[in-house]
């Protein structure tokens, strides 16, 4: 099921969803009718109920001779999801601080899918070092989506260092050269095809890389001096040429 698969991904355990999603259907239940629909033992019902009830995502009221279980609306779940973001944001910044730098770090990171590509960006946007990016505003909106992007761009506009942007047209595009007219960043904006399927952001020693796709987008990145510095030079080079 789509739904299951879903509220996994965003760390939901199985027997939650599964109690949640058939309370829903069913409205209002009692324990009982709860276990006999999801299939689970009463003990494992009943401890999944208040896993539930502690999240916020089922409530209880009493009903005649029973207490009954009330599924709470499907938006809980976005609110859960805000609440984990700002704990993590606040956190993020201290977490940085005391992370051990060694030679044996890994000198690339791989990174499936819509939330998890979420994290590449939300790591890239805390570098103090000068930014240059490629990649297609509209193609990126169309596979991670609209929130996503526009968030991570105001975001990255508002970093320490300079940003250089090639990007194709787009209204969020529009509003970022206002920003630039204040600030020191820059974007040149192509109509050319070539920079539709793929995103680049190079920053110190890294160089970051996401394939959008229909199915599944993955993202890379790589920590490597050399790499970076060669990736800085295309860079310049393809500015210059949009830029002449």
């Known amino acids: 099921m789509q739904i299951q698969r879903a509220l996994e991904q965003l760390g939901y355990p199985r027997n939650e969803i599964s109690v949640y999603v058939a309370l829903l259907k069913m409205g209002e239940g009692t324990m009982a009718e ?4 999801v299939e689970l033992p009463r003990s494992t019902t009943q401890l999944v109920i208040e896993e539930l009830q502690k999240k916020g995502l089922v409530s209880r009221c009493p009903k005649r001779q029973h207490m009954v279980w009330l599924a709470e609306s499907p938006t809980r779940f976005l609110s859960d999801l805000h609440e984990k973001e700002t704990v993590l944001r606040k956190l993020l910044p201290e977490l940085q601080s005391i992370r051990h730098e060694t030679k044996d770090r890994p000198v690339f990171k791989y990174y499936t899918g819509r939330i998890s590509i979420a994290q590449m960006l939300e790591e890239i946007l805390l570098t103090k070092y000068t930014l240059q990016v490629i990649g297609s505003i509209p193609e990126m909106s169309k596979y991670l989506g609209d929130e996503l992007v526009t968030d991570f761009f105001y975001r ?13 047209p787009d209204p969020l595009v529009d509003e970022l050269q206002k920003e630039c ?9 192509t109509e050319d ?14 160089v970051g890389n996401i394939l959008l796709g229909a199915q599944e987008s993955v993202g890379v990145m790589f920590e490597n001096p050399g790499l970076a510095e060669s990736s800085r030079l295309f860079f310049e080079s393809l500015w210059n040429d949009y830029t002449t």
């Open 34 to 37: 709860i276990t006999r629909n």
């Open 156 to 168: 990255l506009f508002k970093c320490p260092g300079q940003v250089k942007f090639i990007t194709a």
């Open 181 to 189: 007219v204040l600030g020191h960043n820059k974007i040149v904006v």
């Open 193 to 206: 095809e070539g920079i539709k399927h793929a995103v680049y952001i190079i920053f110190n020693n890294q």
